[in-house]
């Protein structure tokens, strides 16, 4: 076949015309195995006011006792005593709770009886009668424990029953307040045993159910995507008072991801508590997914209108756009101008540099259907320069990235999570352990430290 002079120049022009676009590098399909996600601890301090249990329980509890002993031979007596306000402390694991009473009491003596006729005078006696009443203290220990159901459970135990100001019969001699005291032992012991029995009737289980269903909810990061904490196990640490707080720290297992885009979290049951946790704070490891398109914004910030000469031609970069390849692979389509116009592909593969905590592609370079092409079409390209330059550029400080995301989880950490929940903490750390390129995004394994806390009402 001749080929005519017109014909060649119509067929330079039409490439010159059309620029220079070789064919795009096909992904690898391939199911990548990504790493498999990590169950990490995240401990954290809880604090639950029990204030309100104890106001709930008092109500249960009598503020009247009242009482007789009428025997035809011996002491004849009516009393009543009067409860008074709970007051709670607490120490390490055991709540104590005490009250002031107050008494009083009267009756009388019959030495001699004989068909049911007291043949001796009946000599009367009183005490808190026509006089303020007499005060004791009064004072339980309750045991507080959190079962494996999520329900609280006490052991309440009567430790203290002191008279201040005691009632004695001079003339037989006789305590009339001791005898009192046990009539009323029986009867507040079994107030104790009412305490135990309404704390028993409390299911924490609704509360931190809602909490763990809320863990299950994605969270969007402002700007940055989405995070999914996916809990797996609750466990927890023996119990501390302080006050009418109890205080636990309470272990949370889970698979924590970060994406740029929204992946859906499936919901488990709530378990039962298992342990035990000895410290609080955070140690996870948590994947972190970032989406191309984030990385090439990245990259056009710094790289987009920029303009350079190679062989006194120019070259202007109007876009790029990155790419999982598969294989750890990535590839850059360049969408430049200048002397030249048109579109061509480098590929490189993603290292983390540990040291530098960056991202960079050493080995970026020409695909090779791109440098076939511009060896017929614009040689000049293929200079090291214009590789050297977005190789420069296509570094990625991890650094300041995490130092963003830390920024908005930290806000994140730190809200009212449901009516009587409340979450508290920040990130102190984060830090690259591993990378991973698929077709879809970047794949990173980040440690992170910190702390976190619940507070319940």
């Not at 059309?18 to 996600?37: D, F, Q, S, Y």
């Amino acid at each position: 076949m001749k080929f005519r002079p017109a014909f060649l120049f119509h067929l330079v022009l039409f490439y010159s015309c059309a620029g220079i676009r070789p064919e795009a590098p096909v992904p690898i399909t391939e199911n990548i195995p990504l790493p498999p996600p990590v169950i990490s601890v995240v401990n954290m301090p809880v604090e639950l006011d029990l204030k309100p249990y104890f106001i709930l329980a008092e109500k249960n509890v009598p503020t009247n006792y009242e009482g007789s002993e009428n025997p035809c031979e011996g002491i004849r007596y009516a009393y009543q005593f009067l409860r008074g306000p709970f007051r709670i402390s607490g120490l390490k694991d055991n709540l104590s709770f005490s009250f002031e009473g107050k008494y009083k009491i009267k009756g009388s003596y019959c030495g001699k009886c004989l068909n049911e006729i007291c043949l001796l005078p009946t000599p009367a006696f009183s005490c808190g009668y026509l006089e303020p009443m007499r005060t004791i203290d009064v004072g339980y220990v309750s045991k507080i424990k959190l079962m494996p159901d999520w329900r609280l459970s006490s052991q309440t135990s009567l430790v203290r029953l002191q008279p201040r100001d005691k009632c004695a019969v001079s003339f037989i001699n006789i305590d009339i307040t001791g005898k009192l005291m046990q009539v009323m032992k029986d009867e507040l012991e079994s107030a104790g045993k009412s305490v135990d029995s309404q704390f028993r009737a409390y299911d924490l289980k609704p509360y931190v159910r809602e909490v763990w269903n809320k863990l299950f909810e994605v969270q969007p990061v402002e700007k940055y995507g989405y995070l999914s904490v996916n809990p797996v196990s609750f466990s927890i640490s023996d119990l501390s008072m302080s006050g009418s707080k109890l205080n636990m720290i309470l272990g949370l297992g889970c698979k924590p991801v970060f994406s740029s885009a929204f992946v859906q979290s499936v919901p488990v049951s709530l378990p039962d508590l298992s342990g035990p946790v000895k410290q609080h704070g955070f140690n996870v490891d948590a994947d972190l997914l970032v989406n191309y398109d984030d990385l090439s914004r990245i990259l056009n910030q710094q790289l987009a209108g920029a303009e350079w000469r190679i062989k006194k031609k120019k070259v202007i970069v109007n876009k790029i756009e990155i790419n999982g390849l598969g294989r750890s692979k990535i590839s850059m389509q360049l969408d430049f101008g200048g002397s030249k116009k048109g579109i061509v592909y480098l590929i490189g593969t993603p290292v983390f540099d540990s040291v530098k905590n960056t991202i960079h592609i050493p080995d970026l370079a020409f695909e090779l259907k791109s440098r076939n092409v511009l060896l017929k079409t614009a040689n000049w390209l293929l200079n090291d320069r214009l590789t050297s330059k977005i190789r420069t550029a296509a570094v990625f400080d991890m650094s300041r990235i995490l130092q963003q995301y830390k920024g908005t989880i930290n806000t994140q950490l730190n809200k009212q999570l449901t009516a009587a929940v409340r979450i508290y903490g920040s990130v102190d750390s984060m830090k690259v352990n591993a990378l991973l390129t698929s077709p879809q995004s970047l794949f990173l394994r980040v440690h992170a430290t910190g702390q976190l806390g619940i507070k319940m009402k």
